[in-house]
């Protein structure tokens, strides 16, 4: 790998993506002062959503490596670019921490005095161990990652599969646990064991799809080398329906057996929101994280097609966007679905932190990126 | 999963493609071995213990079984989620690994597809025989009949069942037999006898191997492939709705349909493994099934029984943060109550000793690989019996609860099942390709030239 730098931002834009976050920080702070609730929401929306692209990358990373998969080697920077942002979601996860009064319940002695149920839960859901649990598995995940990645780069290949496999382990029980913290808990009356299963699949279908944008942001810019492009668009297509597929099943199977069953310590949650406005969402973000991706993939010609494919990522991203929305926001706001400033605000502000260090991460250490 | 080292071939022996038709084909032209009749011998003993077992049961009814008013599902509705789940490797390796274009699959799709099919029979004859009646088996299928109102219910998982596993056995059996025919015709253009020449030519469809035939043939099973896949994740899913829709403790979880179906393809991979290890030994395969299979395979189940060790957390973690009494009960009574030992087992098995194959060392040892594929087959078989016996024994009520203790016409049943799924296999073996020659030679090292035939 020469020294050039794989792509070079145009400054107008690193600029621009600046302002943006600038804006973001300031709407998310007068938010703060406004209305905390929905601030704290939006920013967990914000939070979860770079943590989850920050993630997929060691993830594809490792799974290819396991998998002896060659096919996507032309594409190595991708996974690496995303992977070297979990510092960034970890910084953020901080900021987080902050908020965990207006965004959890089980923070506040005086409900849990009253509530049998919170105080059972109590050893696992208190702000100190949301801290540690935090700072434990930011350090576990990063530790793994780098690890991963610096195996990936040189040495053995019998060094790379232990390094995927620990990260695996890692990564599978770090996250299970960390989307209760995080989301479920939210709702501390409710639980549901496939959970974690499906913040997974959401995690996996936004990081493809941003692997998917960047991927094709560096063909444009001529920065991959010589490859069969078109191919590998073409199979992270089908990887992309997959995934799609994957979390829609998981969907359905949370929604069908709850439903089925009837019982009242778990249809609460999707009696929120399938109330009212709230009601309207939920097709909506099943139309836009499945049957959208999920029928246009199915197209060969648009599966070679990197305009199309730049359209179906961005889908499958907003599709993301609202189904955080729809996890998170309706505790902070049960009765009607509200968007406005102090949502967008703060997911402004961890999207576009996301994008510049995604950017300059392309111009200072190309070396690192190379597989 | 892996290819490790490319270099490394897939097929040894330096095999040429007349090789290859002459080593899978020679066993079918030949007269059994004496190894082949005294595997028959068992299998069919096992498959008469197994059919007086039930002719009793039928004659005298289902009270001659351990099961009582609490304890509804005992050895039967276990042994058939064990055999549902056996099938799905089949599906696994032949469709999903063709769409993955994962070329090790080729030696071991045809006959993990024919373990399918006999798996999913087994599989389908206990919830018949629970019938008590199975004469009146159609019953369970929708259709206008003078029964008056009698009619199936719709919003029964157990109705889904009948779907899920007739659609499913349909289309693997499809699968099957569209994957043999160009291997028919390789038999038939090989047979010397009149009638073996007419069966094996009826069978094989007037296959010619032109090009057209073969450009048609790869796209049907391109096809074929993409519509078995929904089926490796349906099948189970549905199949552990006839506990997850219910709200008894310990049966009730969301996380149910994939935890089944991880466990499904574990359990069905360990089965391969048995296989295509006596297999290899038995037909002299072992240029064939060389232990890169063996090691691609113990690197799925290694994989798959870490998911399934992380799902029985889970599950446990949930029975705590979930604040359910009834949920924590369950739990815990599966680790220190009457069939803690069958937990002990399940533990052991599925969780415990498949984390050895972590070690190359082990991989490499053919016989620990084995004694560790039985022991999965094991455990899986008593992670249903668990997860069935434990919850149903002690309900809500404890004026209700009851033991449960099988009886020696459930045992015979269960023994039966064997038998007749090896009978099945041993009859496969020996009347029909047990390797895929045509997509074998396609992934052998191209140092030869030589036309095969």
New interface residues.
Partial sequence: MTERALYRTQPRTLRALTVLAGVGAILFLVGLLVDSHRAWAGYLIGFHYVVGLALAGPLFIAVLA???A?WADAAAPVPRLMAQRLPLAFGLGLILCLGIPSLYEWSHSAQVAQDP?LQ??AP?LNTGGFIVRLLLYFLAWYLATRLLLRRSQGGT?GALLRAS?LFM?VF??GY?LAS?DWIESLDP?W???????YILAGLGVSGLACAILIFIGLRRAGSLGPGRHVELLDDLGKIAIGLTLFWA??WY??YM??W??D?P?ETPWYVLRLRGTWQSLTPACLVLNWAIPFLALMLRRLRRSEAAMARIAIVMLIGHGLDLYLLISPTAHPSDPLIGPWELGPILLCLSLFTLALLRGLERRPAELSG | MSTDSAAVPLITGGKTPADVTRDVCTPLERRPTALWWLGMLIAVTALGIGVASISYQIMVGIGTWGLNRTVGWGFDITNFVFWVGIGHAGTLISAVLLLFRQKWRTSINRSAEAMTIFAVICAALFPLIHMGRPWLAYWVFPYPNPRGPLWVNFRSALLWDVFAISTYFTISLVFWYVGLIPDLATVRDRATGRWRKRIFGTLSLGWSGTARNWSRYETACVLLAALATPLVVSVHSVVSSDFATAVIPGWHATLFPPYFVIGAIFSGFAMVLTLMLVARKVMNFEDYITRKHIEAICKVLVFTGTIVGLAYATEFFMSWYSGSGYERFVFLNRVAGPFSAAFGVMVLCNVITPQLLWFRAVRNNLLVVFIISLMVNLGMWFERFVIIVTSLSRDFLPSSWSGYVPTWIEVGALVGSFGLFFTCFLLFCRFVPAISMFEVKGVLEHKHSEEGA
């Fill in positions: 396991l998998s002896g060659r149920l059972h839960k696992w290949r496999a382990l599978a029980v299970s209760v009356h639980f549901s064991t496939i959970f974690a299963l099943y998981i199977c949370q057996l709850i089925y069953t019982m310590e």
